[in-house]
């Protein structure tokens, strides 16, 4: 009787690992990918985007191209060496940074303004002249300004223009728009919250199932890893596609992979972090409650 009863019990605790399993593995899942979709449209995921593919220096190169910044065929090669300091690049990158997230999170963008290019323009002029790139004395430099606030008005609408031919204005389309809000709509803080609280406490209920061996602890651990896993696959695979395309991809395709890419490999970070300390603090564990 007690053999039977035993076998049971262990069947029993089988079957509810079993679905506590399930149920950690679909939370933990849904949680890590909330998470990596809030991290896809950070800040810090449009900045790599914008790096990685050399946004900003594609858009320098356009804009010396089209011709926009010579000023009438003056200043061209000082123009040029301005565009391409340091000031303009964090100017151009702040600048592709807050259009790509305004349009993401569905809010207007405006275009660059003459008083905030004037401004990014004589901050790269006084970076040229410190660093030796460019040489005027202060009356040239009184002549420059002049022409540089004459012309302000055609530069930035051909800046403008050089803007939105890129896409970089326009990056997200209509498709792109909606499976975003889908995926934010899906993956809210809401659920967010929600996932991970139900994560912890399928976690917690696999340490009182085996709270003898341990085992929850280790299951815990894998089930988290296994989710960690899927999306460090994800990640790899986008990144695959972005390198075999090469060229072939927009610009603007081509940063909402590495994007996307970021915020997976956030989530790897986040679930190889967690479920490695449960799998390391397993044996840890069960040898200071042996000890005790």
């Known amino acids: 009787m007690d053999l039977c009863y035993n076998g049971d019990m262990r069947l029993l605790r089988g079957i509810l690992g079993f679905l506590l399993a399930l149920i950690l593995l679909a939370s933990a899942g849904l949680a890590l990918g909330s998470y990596a979709v809030a991290e896809t449209v950070s800040e810090d995921a449009v900045e790599k985007a914008i790096t ?11 804009i010396i191209e089209h011709n926009t910044v010579n000023l009438g065929g003056v200043y061209g090669d000082t123009m040029q060496a301005i565009l391409k300091s340091n000031a303009m690049t964090e100017f151009f990158t702040a600048y592709t940074t807050r259009c790509l997230q305004s349009q993401i999170y569905g809010e207007g963008m405006e275009e660059i303004g ?32 002049e022409a540089l606030n004459t012309a302000m008005p055609n530069l930035t609408k051909g800046i403008n223009f050089v803007l939105s031919q890129m896409n970089l204005t326009s990056f997200v389309d209509e498709d792109t728009a909606s499976q975003i809000e889908l995926a934010r709509t899906a993956t809210s803080t809401e659920v967010r919250y929600g996932a991970t609280g139900i994560a912890i406490l399928a976690c917690v209920l696999l340490f009182a199932l085996y709270w003898r061996s341990k085992f929850g602890m280790l299951l815990s651990g894998i089930m988290i890893l296994v989710v960690a896993a899927f999306f460090f696959v994800l990640s790899m695979m986008i990144d695959q596609t972005v390198e075999s395309s090469g060229t072939g991809l927009v610009l603007s395709r081509q940063m909402l992979y590495i994007m996307v890419s970021y915020g997976a490999q956030q989530a790897v970070r986040v679930g190889t972090i967690v479920g490695g300390a449960m799998i390391v603090g397993c044996p840890i564990f069960k040898l200071v409650f042996r000890s005790r």
């Open 52 to 62: 990685e593919t050399d946004a900003v220096g594609k858009l320098t190169d356009n």
């Open 114 to 145: 003459a008083d905030d290019l004037n401004a990014a323009f004589s901050k790269g002029t006084d970076e040229c002249i410190e660093n030796g790139s460019i040489s005027m004395d202060r009356g040239e430099r009184a002549l420059f300004d």
